[in-house]
């Protein structure tokens, strides 16, 4: 019944695909984008086999479990599931924003997903395959957003923006399972592609607006640090169209005041003290990495300035380099190691066969400062390499499309095949 019912919603969304007006106008055709949704379902399914028989303890699992008892509690206690999502058992009730335990703001996270969930079981009967299906429907219109935005940018770089937003394998999977993860990506995106439309095509709308309030709001909900890194990208990104002959300028600027702000939080207000709120992530995620069997050895974070500072460098090789491939330490990290080795030789490539006199679009930059901020973060705090994979697999795509589309790979190919033919010859 459920591998039936399972086809059945996979044939309505390739069908839906068809039809819904996004989709229509995205410039992709209908069995590309067809294609590209059943490659999806094929990852999902993967997914979903190795969440339930393969890893010991699954996020994804628990939350389609507790996903259920939400449903039944609909039915059993209807008042209680309409006003459990306001509740809190916290002695501080709903004052620390922005603790990560024993926090309302910090719970609230999960119980958003549970609803959704427990909307999705009235039409899956619980399944949690369908369910994964569902979830990867809403996050699908994310990453097709962003192929509509970043192919105004790179309309000669087709094949590029499709491996870097569908295909690139760590956001692909980590995406594809239910998670917090795959709701970041779709707000990310939508919030992206509102106001990119507004920027520079003068598209204003109330609509959009309240869109772009709607999904800064969800993102501030399900991970709050992501709002806070989020804001100065977005500011600097507006000034940036604003005075367009001083883009990065404009960036460097929002972001040595932001910095600036963030030291001096704690004198502000110490409920609102950051480099605290950072360190104290980190603290909650040693204690975590004692329990885990990819714990990586990360130095203390001190909140004042000159900690962050001496423990940049390591937080960046920890979220852009690890795992290595040669120390991956398990197979199922293979993969990962594999995609970052990867990357690292499109960047070498694009280091010396890049396309020159050509001023990058301030969305570019909005990708690579927020990126960078969200991965620094990662690598301050989190010291278990599952984590950092997943953690960060969204935000590569941004630091990616620059990389590919900006490298010139005919002057690369020219090259490779006069070396290839110089050896051949030299044989």
Known sequence: ????????????????????????????????????????????????????????????????GMGIDEFHLLFQNPHE????????????????????????????????????????????????????LFFNFLVFFGFVALYKVFIKIFPASFYQLIICIFLLPSAFYFSSEIHRDGLILLSLSMIIYHLFFILNYHQFSWKRIWIITAFLLLIFLLRNFVFITLIPALIAWILSKKFSKHVFICFVIVYLFSTILFFCSGFISDRGNLPQYVTARQQSFVEIGKMGASTI????????????????????NHALMRPYLSKTGSAQYIPFALEVFIIEILFFIFIFFRKNNIPPDPLIYF????????????????????????????????????VVCYTDWKKFARWFLSRNKNYIESQ
Do not use: Q
């Not at 995205?26 to 379902?41: A, C, E, N, P």
């Not at 119980?111 to 399944?127: A, D, G, P, Q, T």
């Open 1 to 64: 019944m459920t591998f039936l019912l399972f086809i059945f919603y996979s044939v309505l969304f390739c069908w839906l695909i068809t039809r819904i007006r996004f989709f229509k106008e995205s410039g992709l055709s209908v069995r590309f984008l067809i294609t590209l949704f059943l490659l999806r379902i094929l990852v999902l399914i993967i997914n979903c086999y190795v969440n339930l028989y393969y890893l010991p303890v699954s996020d994804s699992v628990i939350l389609n």
């Open 81 to 132: 599931y309409l006003v459990n999502i306001f509740h809190t058992n916290s002695p501080d009730a709903y004052s620390r924003l922005l603790d990560d335990s024993h926090s309302f703001w910090n719970n609230l996270r999960t119980n958003l997903i549970l609803k959704m969930l427990s909307i999705f079981n009235f039409l899956s009967f619980k399944s949690f395959l369908i369910n994964t």
């Open 367 to 402: 990708g690579i400062f927020f990126s960078l901020s969200m991965l620094l973060i990662t690598g301050y705090t989190v010291p278990i390499i599952g984590a950092i994979v997943r953690y960060r697999s969204i935000y590569l795509i941004f630091l990616l499309i620059p």
């Open 297 to 316: 050895n990360i130095h203390p974070l001190y909140p004042n300035f000159k900690s962050f500072l001496m423990n940049a460098p390591e937080a960046l």
